[in-house]
């Protein structure tokens, strides 16, 4: 059974930096696409930063310049660098990888149970 496992919220004041990570455990023949997604209260899930198989990345508007997302095929992470903070990030985030479990398996979409980021002072 495939697994996603985040780490690395918290409380951080304005404008100060954290680093998500989100590990891929189980059965697992070959990961797509990873990414991280956020809720905020009261708005959708959006998503916030993805990266490829091919290390080719893309990101909401508003977190352009400031997170980073980056990966490690060989340990199945993905991580998400956030800098300059904005009360406006709080939100859960969630990680989410679409994967094949199996050489036969379609890809599917995986998700992480979320870590709450809190930017406040």
């Known amino acids: 059974q495939v697994q996603l496992v985040e780490s690395g919220g918290g409380l951080v004041q304005p404008g100060g930096s954290l680093r998500l990570s989100c590990a891929a455990s189980?059965?697992?023949?070959?990961?797509?696409?990873m990414g991280w997604y956020r809720q905020a209260p009261g708005k959708q899930r959006e998503l916030v930063a993805a990266?490829?198989?091919?290390?080719?990345?893309n990101y909401v508007d508003s977190v352009k310049g400031r997170f980073t997302v980056s990966r490690d095929n060989a340990q199945k992470t993905v991580y998400l660098q956030m800098n300059s903070l904005k009360p406006e990030d709080t939100a859960v985030y969630y990680c989410?990888?679409?994967?094949?479990?199996?050489?036969?398996?379609?890809?599917?979409?995986?998700w992480g149970k979320g870590t709450l980021v809190t930017v406040s002072s």
């Open positions: 989410n990888a679409n994967l094949r479990p199996r050489i036969y398996d379609p890809y599917m979409d995986y």
């Open positions: 189980g059965i697992i023949f070959n990961i797509n696409r």
């Open positions: 990266i490829t198989s091919g290390s080719t990345t």
